[in-house]
């Protein structure tokens, strides 16, 4: 039995003919776009958190889906880590 959060990889993959793992990175790379595009646009008032926040929550929610890895989602939150604490120590020296 399909979801319908997994019969739409598996839709595109036929479509596409390429297989539905490649097909969930790549509807999960339209959506990450599409929302990094969004926030691009808002103007001057967006920094790395407001960036960061809304991109992090999608990735969740597409790890969760299960159309894109977790791994993926670990190594920008390690990487948000990290620039987050360059930006402490800048504050704090």
Same mark, same amino acid.
């Given at each position: ?22 097909? &969930?990175? *790549?509807?999960?790379?339209?959506? /990450?776009?599409?929302?990094?595009? %969004?926030?691009?646009?808002? =103007?001057? @008032? ?19 889906? &299960?159309? *894109?890895?977790?791994?993926?989602? /670990?190594?920008?939150?390690?990487? %948000?880590?990290?620039?987050? =604490?360059? @930006? ?6």
């Amino acid at each position: 039995m399909t979801s319908l959060f997994t019969d739409i990889p598996n839709q595109v993959g036929a479509a596409l003919g390429i297989t539905a793992e490649n097909a &969930a990175l *790549l509807l999960s790379c339209c959506i /990450l776009i599409s929302i990094a595009m %969004v926030l691009a646009m808002a =103007g001057k @008032k967006v920094n790395i958190l407001t960036t960061a926040i809304p991109m992090i929550a999608t990735m969740g929610f597409l790890v969760a889906i &299960a159309w *894109l890895p977790y791994w993926i989602l /670990l190594v920008l939150a390690l990487l %948000v880590a990290g620039i987050v =604490g360059m @930006k402490f120590r800048e504050v704090v020296q």
